[in-house]
């Protein structure tokens, strides 16, 4: 049997497949109906919540604080004030991703971390010689992610925190439906949201507060299944599905830099020294392997394809996560790449991936190919490097 | 006044939009003129009553053709469909019917009933998936002209007759049985279950003066599973803001490629000279000119009141006045101050799914004896959503939206009195009867629309307050429709075209009349 998160006995009662997914140990719901779709919907038009208590948390507190987050992650921090939360990756010295999370700052010299696999020892490697304290605490607290466009409104009906002031990659103590709460605004679907961490003593408190007013906000508990499209088309990247952690890895053909991931744009490589940097910056100099990029289908092509079996299109409705290749020519003599995700977005009524492919055919605009199977079959399906994320809403940060 | 055009469009309901659409796509200089304050004719959202929002007319969509989503990027100017996947049956008895999409759970709901239904269920839903399939190449096709058969014409014709070959013998069967059964006596191949038989067979006569056990109902029933969304054919949903917002998407995509767009511009007349549209005069004197007049009205304001008798064909003329419309449906919306109750609903879930008000195939039958030679049902069958339950923008916090689609009301309610009386009247059956299954449903409601089929025709010009341009039966569909020999979206007058509903593939929210109107304005090529 895995671990059970806090919120365990109101989502096991409302998970009508008792469908589970094994996130980190803990038993997380892959969907709460048979079908995902309502709960997607509900996060796009409405809300959902998300149990994301199985999310690894680290305090660091210290005088040196500051100098071990800034030294282990490629993102500077030292910009980041108090109350402000960073995304940011991190690797190890060949610059290559160990992992990646949010680091929100909550006092001079106290940062909080999540993280998607285990971190500890990697932090106390990297704090030998400086004066932290590092804590697991994510047995302590219980996390959800409430996200959507009713979100604000629903998490302002339980708490004291005018919210309206909490801007995007922010993070307040609150309290919230009576217990003290972390509020930070953030989450993985791209769109209004906010997470919301409280003591396990609270939980389920917290989980009765919300879903009793669920219906006034258009609500819905929401799951894996859910959150993988969700984080895709907000073009988000995710562990095991677009990178694998260095931690995992015996190959240096499966390990990806922050460069190839596109997150280039969080890299300061003149400052001083963090984890990675001397190869990130040769990585800069020399050039990546890959970049990645968002792709658009053409599915009419995808059509004709099924067309030749007597068949109607199929869509994929939930989302892939396996390396598909991806090539330069229709024939595919050239591979140039990989598919690591992809979806049918009920949104933006397109069949969307995230791609890693050579950087010169990483351009806006570039018609690629990307294999589909059809019948067993291999297709090339043409498809458009397009600007990411795909799907970016002016609540996000409005 | 005067401004020239390349096109101008009569008409800015959903097909009228999606015909401007493409030719503004074309490069063509187009003007769509609608006569009321708002765009989307019967594809409309209005806040009716203030902070909700009404779905005033249509309320589901499903029929919307993919490739119109996918060509004039829908998506991005706001088309936003969230999936329906379940439908609640009131019964006589206290009892009721909850069907999901998904089929294990209507299996288990379906065999409290009958174990042999539950079972059938996913045979039936094998044999509609298969004919929507089967039909969808069609509802693709410009009708052919049969009597007198361009090339092309006969072209379609090959591909129609190696289409209907390629089906193979079962589908070729069920199709040629649904284009002309009763839906009941369709369903009954099905299913034994009375209340299983109601609900199916609701489809069947939406928009139709027919009752269930009529023949022909089998079809509108077909036409109802036609639909796809996402590539799930027979799949129904709700736009959010209301169907309104399907219009407002087509009509950012026409506006994006240029197109322009007036509305409170209603259009007296089309201006006729030597056999050919040159151009439109608004009610106001304005004219407007251009060599391409398109009509999206229905086939009666197209023919009958847009142009004069003189500029036509006799034989046109009477076949368009032999067109059968017979409104037979009004529509009630309601402001809600808080969810309705059903007696019988155990799973509250439901509420955000359709709910049906059929009860029983003999409960239909009656309802449309009643109607049949005028008035409306007494206790009539009604098709409710209330998008407010999952979909913020309709209602206040708290509060909902309800859209009531009701049958049957017949064009014809004189004995009712006045209009405001037949109104009053109609409404209250609706009311009653729904608070037989709802009883907490009066003392909720803040506010009502109560819309007869005649108020249909006065505010968005349907003809007998006829949904789909035009009732859906064999003799007035494909080539047939409107008339023989002008299903092609031409007209005997050079350069005036037809786009609405009256014309193929027919109504509901399919924007296929107007893309198939635009591809043949364009030559055969969009």
Redesign the interface.
């Known amino acids: 049997m895995l671990k059970t998160t806090p919120f365990h006995s109101r989502t096991s009662a409302l998970c009508q497949g008792q469908s589970w997914s094994n996130w980190a140990g803990f038993l997380a719901a892959t969907t709460y109906?048979?079908?995902h779709?309502?709960e997607y919907?509900?996060v796009?038009?409405?809300s959902g919540l998300f149990d994301v208590s199985p999310l690894f948390k680290y305090d660091i507190r210290g005088k040196d604080a500051l100098a071990l987050v800034n030294r282990v992650s490629v993102r500077d921090l030292s910009k980041c004030r108090i109350g402000q939360v960073y995304y940011a990756v991190w690797c190890n010295d060949k610059g290559m991703i160990f992992d990646d999370g949010t680091i929100s700052r909550l006092g001079e010299n106290h940062f909080r971390m999540t993280a998607a696999i285990p971190t500890l020892v990697w932090l106390q490697d990297n704090a030998l010689g400086l004066d932290v304290a590092i804590e697991d605490v994510s047995d302590q607290y219980a996390a959800v992610a409430l996200q959507g466009?009713?979100s604000r409104?629903l998490l302002q009906s339980l708490t004291d925190v005018d919210l309206s002031g909490l801007r995007f990659f922010r993070c307040t103590n609150a309290t919230v439906a009576g217990a003290p709460a972390l509020i930070t605004r953030t989450g993985f679907t791209g769109d209004l949201g906010y997470e919301i961490f409280v003591r396990p003593d609270d939980a389920e408190n917290l989980w009765d507060a919300m879903m009793e007013i669920s219906?006034?906000?258009?609500m819905l508990p929401a799951g894996l299944v859910t959150l993988d499209l969700l984080r895709i088309e907000a073009g988000l990247i995710s562990i095991d599905s677009d990178f694998i952690s260095v931690t995992q890895t015996i190959f240096p053909v499966q390990q990806v830099s922050p460069f190839e991931l596109g997150l280039g744009w969080m890299i300061d490589l003149d400052r001083e020294f963090f984890v990675g940097r001397d190869a990130l910056r040769h990585e800069k100099a020399h050039g990546s392997r890959s970049n990645t990029v968002g792709l658009e289908l053409d599915?009419?092509v995808l059509e004709k394809a099924y067309a030749e079996y007597?068949m109607?299109?199929?869509?994929p409705?939930t989302a892939w996560g396996t390396a598909v290749p991806i090539y330069a020519d229709e024939p595919q003599k050239h591979p140039i790449g990989r598919g690591t995700c992809g979806m049918?977005s009920?949104?933006?009524?397109?069949y969307i991936v995230i791609a890693r492919v050579k950087p010169e055919y990483a351009k806006l605009g570039n018609l690629i190919w990307i294999e589909e199977m059809v019948e067993a079959r291999s297709y090339s399906i043409p498809a458009r490097v397009v600007e990411m994320p795909f799907y970016d809403p002016p609540q996000k940060k409005g | 006044m005067t401004q020239k055009y390349d096109a101008i469009i009569v008409g800015g309901g959903h097909n009228g939009l999606t015909c401007a659409a493409y030719l503004a796509r074309a490069g063509r200089r187009v003007l769509v003129l609608e006569q009321r304050h708002v765009l989307g004719g019967a594809t409309v959202s209005e806040e009716i009553f203030p902070g909700f929002t009404y779905s005033v007319f249509s309320y589901v969509v499903s029929l919307l053709r993919p490739e119109v989503i996918r060509e004039l990027e829908l998506a991005k100017h706001g088309l936003k469909i969230h999936p329906i996947n379940s439908v609640f049956a009131p019964m006589e008895n206290g009892d009721g019917l909850a069907s999901y999409a998904d089929e294990t759970k209507a299996r288990k709901e379906f065999s409290r009933f009958s174990l042999r239904d539950a079972e059938m269920l996913s045979r039936f839903h094998e044999v509609m998936y298969r004919m929507a399939f089967a039909v969808k190449p069609i509802i693709g096709y410009v009708p052919p002209n049969l009597t007198k058969p361009s090339l092309r014409d006969l072209g379609t014709l090959k591909n129609f007759g190696q289409h209907l070959q390629g089906l193979g013998k079962d589908t070729f069967h069920e199709l040629s049985k649904i284009m002309v059964m009763s839906a009941d006596d369709f369903l009954a191949e099905y299913f034994e279950t009375d209340i299983i038989r109601a609900v199916h067979g609701m489809s069947g006569i939406i928009g139709t003066m027919l009752g269930v056990q009529s023949p022909g109902t089998a079809y509108v029933l077909l036409h109802h599973y036609m639909g796809e969304l996402d590539g799930a054919f027979t799949a129904w949903g709700g736009q959010q803001g209301g169907t309104g917002g399907v219009s407002s998407a087509i009509a950012g995509s026409a506006r994006s490629h240029g197109a322009e767009i007036r509305v409170s511009a209603p259009v007296a007349q089309v201006i006729v000279k030597n056999g050919s549209a040159v151009g439109v005069a608004l009610t106001n004197g304005d004219e407007f000119y251009a060599d391409t007049i398109v009509s999206g009205c229905d086939p009666t304001v197209t023919f009958r009141k847009l142009v004069e008798e003189k500029d036509l064909p006799a034989d046109l003329v009477h076949a368009i006045d032999r067109f059968k419309y017979r409104g037979s449906s009004g529509k009630v919306n309601l402001a809600l101050d808080g969810l309705p109750q059903f007696t019988a609903m155990k799973d509250s879930s439901l509420l955000k799914g359709l709910i049906d008000i059929c009860v029983s195939v003999p409960y239909i039958e009656k309802a449309y004896d009643d109607a049949k030679y005028g008035g409306f049902s007494k206790r009539p069958c009604m098709e409710i959503v209330i998008p407010s339950t999952v979909d913020p923008t309709m209602a206040p916090r708290g509060k909902h939206m309800m859209s009531i689609f009701v049958q049957y009301a017949a064009y014809d309610m004189s004995a009712y009195g006045n209009r405001d009386q037949q109104r009053e009247a109609f409404g209250n059956a609706v009311i009653d009867t729904l608070s037989e299954f709802a009883p907490n449903l009066k003392d909720l409601i803040l506010h009502k629309q109560v819309l007869t089929p005649w108020d249909l025709e006065q505010e968005i010009g349907l003809t007998q307050g006829n949904i789909f341009h035009g009732e859906l039966t064999l003799d007035q569909l494909f080539f047939l429709r409107p008339a023989v020999g002008w299903a092609n979206y031409r007209t005997p007058i050079r350069g005036y075209w037809q786009c609405g509903s009256g014309t193929h593939p027919g109504g509901g929210i399919t924007a296929g009349p107007g893309r198939l109107a635009a591809r043949e304005i364009l030559g055969g090529k969009l």
């Open positions: 109906e048979p079908d779709l309502h919907n509900a796009r038009t409405g466009p009713t409104d219906g006034e906000f258009q599915v009419t007597g109607p299109l199929h869509l409705y049918w009920p949104v933006l009524k397109k």
